[in-house]
């Protein structure tokens, strides 16, 4: 497709509770990445990958955070035991290149911790 | 480490204004430099990405420059309009890895 998709829109979850989210990246870009918004506009890189190989995880916190983007799927942030602190709007971005083109964005996910 | 920062932080004109938003960034090994805006409840579009080897790059209305010696960057909004209004954001591609660092916005409102 022409632009990232992301899905759900809005995810609420009890705290330790799961959640899933899901990013279908533009057709034809190699590289994803997570970004989290906590705050109106504090973006925290999170993670990104080449393919389906992890290609930076410096900004994971790995202990309940884990990320996969596996061929013919929908990449996959996922969050064990959530916290009230993970509450946010998770981006998703592709591009093609890092160092010439421009990261587009998916419209994020709003995952609420209650 | 990289630091991004953009002042003002809000900005409020009447529709016409030239505008300049300013962004500054503390370490010069970057990439590339891009300028997005966030609309409300949205996602980032992208407006402008300046190679750390270019000074400008313009869009219609928009003029992005960047002196990486300085470690800034200007986005030069002309003849605003309401349909502007938005946050701008800033982010620069660090050397050596792929992440951005965003800037802290400006939120822009141009009111008729």
């Known amino acids: 497709g022409e632009e990232v998709a992301q899905t759900p829109k809005h995810l609420v979850r009890g705290e330790g509770q799961k959640a899933k989210l899901y990013c279908a990246p533009i057709?034809?870009?190699?590289?994803v990445f997570w970004y989290q918004q906590v705050l109106k506009n504090e973006f925290k890189f999170l993670i990104s990958?080449?393919?389906?190989?992890?290609?930076?995880e410096t900004g994971m916190p790995k202990e309940r955070f884990s990320a996969k983007c596996l061929p013919n799927s929908p990449c996959s942030l996922e969050i064990q035991a959530t916290k009230l602190e993970d509450s946010a709007v998770y981006f998703c971005?592709?591009?093609?290149?890092?160092?010439?083109?421009?990261?587009?964005f998916g419209p994020g996910t709003r995952l609420t911790v209650l | 480490k990289q630091e991004v920062t953009q002042i003002p932080a809000a900005l409020s004109v009447p529709e016409g204004e030239n505008l300049v938003l300013n962004c500054s960034f503390t370490?010069?090994?970057?990439?590339?430099l891009q300028w997005f805006r966030q609309d409300p409840g949205k996602g980032l579009t992208s407006l402008l990405l300046?190679?750390?080897?270019?000074r400008e790059q313009t869009s219609g209305r928009l003029n992005a420059s960047l002196d990486k010696s300085s470690g800034r960057s200007t986005l030069y909004i002309a003849a605003s309009q309401p349909g502007d209004s938005a946050t701008y954001l800033c982010?620069?591609?660090?050397?050596?890895?792929?992440?951005?660092?965003f800037g802290t916005g400006t939120r822009l409102q141009v009111f008729p």
């Open positions: 971005a592709s591009s093609q290149s890092v160092v010439t083109d421009t990261q587009y």
């Open positions: 057709k034809g870009h190699s590289y």
């Open positions: 990958f080449q393919n389906e190989n992890v290609f930076d």
């Open positions: 370490d010069s090994a970057i990439y590339n």
């Open positions: 300046i190679q750390s080897s270019q």
């Open positions: 982010a620069v591609c660090l050397y050596n890895t792929d992440k951005l660092i």
